[in-house]
């Protein structure tokens, strides 16, 4: 409810003026009964003009010692209750200018809690370790993409370095120019998958959301990869709900699908089996991806949407710890739902769950 703080705000104002007016109550009445006494006689000065110009003057002199001593007091608590909250802050301030983000100011609990000062302490605080957060990530993220930039190229200048040798048999040369086509592609990969997650977590790509058939999505994206099953000699196995349509952006979530694929068709061994269910339940259209690949601990599935994440460290050449970080983010943006299911060396099961279009809705563009 806004009424607890306008009423707070209230109630501080009421206790102000009650200390401003005991104050100056206090003030004038010292005055007046200084002037009132001198001019009773309690100083053996007669109501004379004289003695009615000296009690004046009594009385100005004591306004003048009061409004000193008033304004020390007020010097004294300006310095220890404003001054002092004020050069922690901005001390605090000037450290994260300078790149510390372990920066943080301890509460100023000062007589008047109305101040304020406390409410901006504690927003700088969560300022600065959020800015801390972010630091963290960017350098995280930075390390990582040095890391993943340098292994195709390192593998690409070695078999370059190969290429040289005059002494290589034909068969030879084309093993090594495949290896340098294969991670130049994965290369190109990973900066558009960076490029990609990059405007996606800034906020530049917006969703353009139309009506459509997501079945026939799905089998599309799958028949993308027609030759890698065959090649692996992977069993495909589907079972898709006929005229489920989404409302939703289909460039951004053929991402998704995409991605999904392409990690369950990488873990399965040759010989295994990849199955892809579409299905409904109340209003929402569920898609599940399984495989009977390596399978994931419970530690790497809590860290698996993370960026640049790689839970299985035999197949890190296969990838570069993006695509689930795109997949959740893209499944984000859309107002849907990922979750994942997985058992070390019995396969996972990735489940997606997005909003069905309601029935009889009007199609977009095509």
């Known amino acids: 409810m806004k009424s607890g703080p306008k009423l707070r705000r209230v109630l501080l104002s009421l206790r102000r003026y009650v200390a401003f007016f005991l104050l100056m109550s206090f003030v004038i009445t010292c005055c007046m ?3 009132l006494s ?6 053996e000065i007669t109501y004379t003009e004289n003695g009615i110009r000296f009690a004046a003057v009594a009385t100005f002199v004591n306004v003048i010692f009061l409004s000193l001593l008033c304004t020390v007091i007020d010097a004294v608590r300006r310095r220890l209750f404003v001054e002092r909250p004020v050069r922690r802050i901005v001390e605090g301030a000037e450290k994260i200018m300078r790149g510390d983000f372990t920066a943080r100011i301890k509460p100023f609990h000062s007589i008047d809690s109305g101040d304020g000062f406390d409410v901006i302490i504690d927003c700088f605080n969560r300022m600065a370790e ?3 957060g972010v630091e963290t990530l960017r350098t995280d993220f930075i390390a990582n993409v040095s890391h993943e930039l340098k292994t195709p190229l390192a593998v690409m200048q070695n078999c370059g370095t190969m290429l040289q040798r005059p002494d290589l048999t034909e068969e030879q040369r084309m093993e090594y120019a495949e290896t340098i086509t294969e991670q130049s592609r994965r290369l190109a990969d990973l900066i558009t998958n960076i490029l ?4 996606l977590e800034n906020q530049q790509i917006y969703p353009a ?3 459509y058939d997501l079945g026939e999505q799905l089998a599309e994206c799958l028949l993308n990869f027609e030759s890698t099953w065959e090649q692996k000699n992977i069993d495909i196995e589907t079972d898709i709900e006929e005229e489920v349509f989404v409302e939703s952006d289909e460039e951004l979530l053929s991402l998704v699908w995409n991605n999904l694929f392409s990690n369950a068709l990488k873990f399965t061994e040759p010989g295994g089996a990849v199955s892809v269910v579409l299905k409904t339940e109340g209003n929402s259209a569920v898609v599940e991806v399984s495989d009977t690949g390596c399978g994931i601990s419970p530690e790497t599935g809590r860290h698996i949407f993370e960026k640049f994440y790689q839970g299985d460290t035999s197949h890190a050449m296969q990838g570069n710890g993006l695509g689930l970080a795109l997949v959740k983010r893209v499944v984000d943006i859309v107002g849907g739902d990922i979750s994942v299911e997985s058992e070390v060396g019995k396969g996972s099961t990735f489940t997606v769950k997005i909003r069905r279009a309601a029935d009889g809705e ?4 095509s």
């Open 33 to 35: 009964l200084l002037f």
């Open 38 to 43: 001198m001019l009773s006689g309690s100083m």
């Open 130 to 132: 959020e800015l801390s």
């Open 196 to 199: 990609k997650l990059n405007r």
């Open 209 to 211: 959301a139309k009506r």
């Open 362 to 365: 009007i199609q977009g563009d």
